[in-house]
């Protein structure tokens, strides 16, 4: 079988460094914060292009920090698409704001800034752009239309570590970023992690204070924080794996391309990448009408998919408060309907891919008799 992802073998191909790394931590006795986070956070800032990086035990935990120290509360709202994890939206839920959705590009799945504006209202505060599958959301119209009216730009790169608009790293762009380092994403900890990250000292220095009970000096409480400290565990895990982060991406890219080259063939669309991007492809997704057959199809065909997401936030029963309806985004709702993500991690060989071809051509041949 295909896995549809493989952390074993990533895990296998580093054990002797990650090994040490948390042998070195446990004897430290730093299981919170310290050193190895710091030495992380150091990374991973310039890695972003930024001047802070700020570890957080989820990447949930980064998008509440980040909204919180923009000044998002209660009254305010948040525009983002309903195409996206949960997550995005029940950050915004947690602050108290509202989430104001508005549809995605048809061809890139990320906010289309042409629609952006007439969502706007004067309690708008901020826009929660998602780098969706590790492709990013087009930065230049959104920045543009935040200068204009007065709105906080924060970047939802938990998918997408790594990946550039118009040659500048996603995380840099807007006022916040925010990563989750979930052991499935593309930097992946050992358990949970995430990261915020600013160039701004100010905004900085309030996510470091809210995510250690709002102190800078202990027990002496500036802030109602939280505990959304990163382990020292996972701050060493991350620090090793830095070091392999851009060729792992590299790897997945040229898995990218090389499915991309193969697909026509078996009558299914290769994914829209921008032009001036690096795509990370967290996710690398195909579309069929017939989705749930053609996943079974593959399944018994040795090769595992995925579906991200099948039902979009606005939808959701959780979110029924929102009051929308079936129709209020079609982009999101038919791309929740066709999505199926094919196997893609940085380990995926060529012959496996070449079986995944294989089975979706011999759908599509089934299909066409
Ligand atoms: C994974 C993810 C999150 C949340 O990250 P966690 O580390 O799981 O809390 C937020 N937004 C998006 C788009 C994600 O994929």
Redo the contacts with the bound molecule.
């Keep these: 079988m295909i896995p549809f992802v493989d952390l074993k073998a990533q895990y296998l191909s580093i054990k002797g460094e990650i090994d040490a790394a948390v042998i070195a931590t446990l004897e430290s006795t730093q299981f919170v914060l310290g050193k190895e986070v710091a030495a992380f956070e150091e990374l991973f800032a310039a890695y972003t292009q930024t001047s802070h990086a700020l570890g957080v035990?989820?990447?949930?935990?980064?998008?509440h920090l980040a909204l919180l120290a923009a000044g998002v509360g209660p009254g305010d709202e948040v525009i983002t698409t309903p195409f996206?994890?949960?997550?995005?939206v029940s950050?915004i839920d947690y602050t108290g704001a509202r989430p104001v959705f508005v549809d995605i590009d048809p061809d890139t799945y990320t906010i289309d800034p042409a629609l952006i504006e007439a969502a706007i209202t004067p309690r708008t505060k901020a826009i929660l752009p998602?780098?969706?599958y590790g492709q990013p959301a087009d930065m230049d119209p959104i920045m543009a239309i935040a200068r204009r009216h007065g709105l906080v730009v924060i970047e939802?790169?938990?998918?997408a570590h790594g990946a550039e608009y118009k040659g500048q790293r996603v995380g840099s762009i807007g006022d916040l970023g925010?990563?989750?380092?979930?052991p499935?994403?593309n930097l992946g900890a050992y358990g949970?992690?995430?990261a915020v990250t600013t160039s701004n000292p100010e905004l900085a220095r309030t996510v470091k204070m809210l995510r250690d009970w709002g102190a800078e000096r202990r027990y002496h409480h500036e802030l109602k924080g939280f505990n959304y400290r990163l382990e020292g565990i996972q701050g060493a895990v991350l620090r090793v794996k830095m070091k392999y982060i851009e060729a792992w991406t590299d790897a997945r890219r040229a898995a990218a391309a090389r499915y991309d080259g193969l697909l026509p063939a078996t009558g299914f669309a290769a994914p829209v990448a921008a032009a001036d991007c690096r795509h990370v492809y967290?996710i690398y997704p195909i579309r069929s009408a017939q989705r749930e057959a053609l996943q079974s199809f593959l399944h018994d065909h040795g090769v595992s998919t995925g579906i991200?997401y099948p039902i979009p936030v606005h939808l959701q029963k959780a979110f029924a408060e929102l009051g929308h309806k079936e129709g209020d985004f079609p982009h999101s709702e038919a791309i929740a309907r066709e999505e199926l993500s094919l196997p893609m991690y940085p380990e995926l060989h060529p012959e496996q891919q070449d079986v995944v071809i294989a089975a979706l051509r011999a759908w599509s041949e089934q299909a066409s008799h």
């Design positions: 035990n989820t990447g949930t935990s980064a998008l996206t994890f949960i997550a995005t950050a998602v780098h969706l939802d790169a938990a998918q925010c990563f989750s380092f979930y499935g994403k949970e992690g995430g967290h991200h």
